[in-house]
């Protein structure tokens, strides 16, 4: 399992982790993690967050780079998992 700290550090997440995988590896914006070298599966964070929808007191609900989406390749395949996010410019050129 992966995830952003933001995650990892808040003590009811980290719970459910703990209770229900082998444990968690914290990724942040622009990390890359090879899985299986041999086979070429990686995963690659990429930042996630908002810029037009807001709370009401003005904040985004998600500032970048305190969250994840996840690319991962496997050979010359890549899948893109955009988490909780916006059609940032960023993301929509991926």
Avoid: Q
Avoid at 20 to 34: E, Q, R
């Amino acid at each position: 399992m992966v995830a952003p700290a933001a995650v990892l550090n808040d003590a009811k997440m980290a719970k459910v982790i703990t209770d229900n995988t082998a444990g968690a590896k914290t990724m942040a914006n622009g990390d890359t993690l090879v899985v299986d070298n041999r086979n070429g599966w990686s995963i690659e964070a990429v930042p996630m967050y908002n810029i037009v929808h807001k709370m009401p007191n003005g904040e985004p609900y998600h500032v970048k780079g305190r969250g994840n989406g996840y690319i991962l390749t496997f050979g010359d395949k890549r899948f893109y998992f955009s988490g909780d996010t916006e059609g940032t410019p960023g993301n929509c050129a991926r």
